[in-house]
């Protein structure tokens, strides 16, 4: 089921995009990026919440393809902000083209975001609410990457920072979908407010299961465990050892030189696990988990809420 | 009255701004960038084309916000693909921070315009026929902007590809802002479609004139005459000049080395004068200041209307 609307919202991107074909310079990398495939989860999340509060997700595949644009169209500047030159086993719309057409391409995908949402929101009981939502959305995913690069150089992180951080540059996509999605499908006020924490419930263990999965994973394609630890990223786990573990030397270093030597990792994911971080962290991924399954309560038990627990069992027991 | 309305408009993006303040990093340049000036000619726009169709531009503010927004947005990234480091006698947004910073602060701004543009538009009868304005100015002064980075390096630019790249790029946001104007004052039909060509007629003269005064015009702040044919720019003039002396030596010189010495400067605009390109140019502000104000006759004669004009007047006979 998630598969076939997944195929289905594929489908609808590229409908969507005929009619964007030339300039081929700002075009050509915008299908590049979704043919590289990604698993729409965000596009999804719109159906079965649309889907959850009585509504029919085929009635919503242009929002669907509106996040997914909004998605892409982060992916393709944080790409440029963080120098990645790899994505999805290709180079990245800046290293196969350049920052220019990077910046533009994404640029215009917000435009062709509302002109998708435009087309489908009138569904709604309140459609201007469908249109802020992505107003908003768009904002806090900008000012979590702002923070994300606020905080990769403040001498100082708190835990709380981090969530922050987290909750607007990753959960909140989730969340936005989940409620426009909900939104679409003219749920109450209290459906609307579960399928909005679902999604950033969700969002958030995801998040944190990502940082773990970089340390303790099953390997994928060859990529190297602890790559997060060499390039310095200030996961959660990070943070709390340095609140505990304050003068272990290791710890040290890794702050002071931004990351550590790839001959340090074994030993700096040795002391997360012995002095339970690495467990703490799971437990984390638990409770935001937890969370989110308890809103799936306040919706219908229906296809869509069913299959919306599916989708985030699929997310967060991912093993690679 | 000009004045008095680009003032509220200043006041109403300090308001909108307001509760933007953290992350700084994202937000500071986008304040900073309005600080820098303008005369918020669109913002202007919006709200007289709401008056001459029989609105009130008191209660479009929030739109002359977002129009303004979106403008200042393709400031910010356009001067990154420029490498252009001033604007407005000030550093560009990526030169005083930097490039990773520009990108962020111009995608939130984007954000801002579409939750200022939907605190406003219910006042019209199809609120999200508004919201598909801005989405399409979005995607068409993207497509402008990647026209003009592809004109700059392709062998042979007709007149037509010229005008439809200016259209798009300098045109576009005036026709945004009128028509987004003319929707919220509840226009006809037709008086929507003399205030979108009214914008774009404004928009193609603007652009020539601003062409014309790059050669001609009268010295401002010591600015160099000619800046344009030393860069190597592709106006209308130097296609005009391209197609007529084809075998002229500066001409070739021009188009082989993209732009020339500037001791050669003078001789090129004395070549565009004598051969009359000078005077055709100026023909074609005229023509389409003209179609602009015939536009003005579909519309009530009242101060908006007569406004329009005298904001068209001043943007177009300008001689700096």
């Known amino acids: 089921m998630l598969t076939a609307y997944a195929n289905q919202i594929n489908q609808a991107i590229s409908t969507a995009l005929q009619p964007y074909g ?3 310079s700002l075009y050509h990398p915008v299908s590049y990026l979704f ?11 719109v159906g079965l919440s649309c889907q959850a509060v009585g509504g029919d997700p085929q009635d919503v595949l242009p929002a669907a393809v509106a996040v997914e644009l909004l998605h892409g169209f982060t992916l ?6 963080d120098s990645s030159p790899i994505r999805r086993g290709r180079p990245t719309v800046h290293m196969k083209w350049s920052e220019n057409v990077a910046i533009l391409s994404g640029d215009v995908m ?28 768009l904002i806090e995913v900008c000012e979590g990457q702002a923070l994300d690069m606020e905080l990769a150089i403040q001498p100082d992180v708190s835990v709380t920072q981090y969530f922050n951080m987290i909750e607007k540059k990753t959960a909140r996509l ?5 409620a426009i999605g909900g939104m679409l499908g003219n749920g109450s006020a209290a459906e609307l407010n579960a399928l909005t924490l679902f ?10 299961q990502d940082d773990v999965l970089d340390l303790i994973g099953a390997p994928d394609f060859g990529k190297k465990l602890g790559g997060d630890i060499e390039e310095g990223k200030r996961t959660w786990m990070m943070l709390e050892a340095k ?3 304050a003068d272990n030397q290791l710890v040290k270093s890794f702050f002071d030189d931004n990351g550590l030597g790839s001959d340090d990792v074994p030993e700096m994911i040795q002391l997360l696990h012995t002095n339970g971080i690495l467990d703490e962290a799971q437990q984390i991924v638990r409770n935001h988990t937890q969370t989110a399954y308890l809103q799936l309560d306040v919706l219908p038990s ?10 985030a069992e699929t997310l967060i027991t991912r093993t690679i």
Chains 1, 2 share one sequence.
């Open 35 to 45: 043919e590289g495939g990604g698993k729409r989860v965000r596009g999804i999340m």
């Open 110 to 137: 917000m435009g062709i975001a509302i002109t998708e949402l435009h087309s489908c929101c009138h569904i709604s009981t309140d459609p201007l609410a469908v249109i802020k939502e992505l107003g908003k959305g």
């Open 302 to 311: 229906n296809q869509g809420s069913r299959l919306l627990r599916e989708l």
């Open 199 to 208: 999604g950033r419930s969700v969002g958030i263990a995801f998040q944190v």
């Open 76 to 81: 393709i500047h944080d790409d440029i902000m």
């Open 174 to 178: 989730l969340e936005t979908a989940c």
């Open 22 to 24: 030339a300039p081929a």
């Open 243 to 245: 609140r505990r573990l």
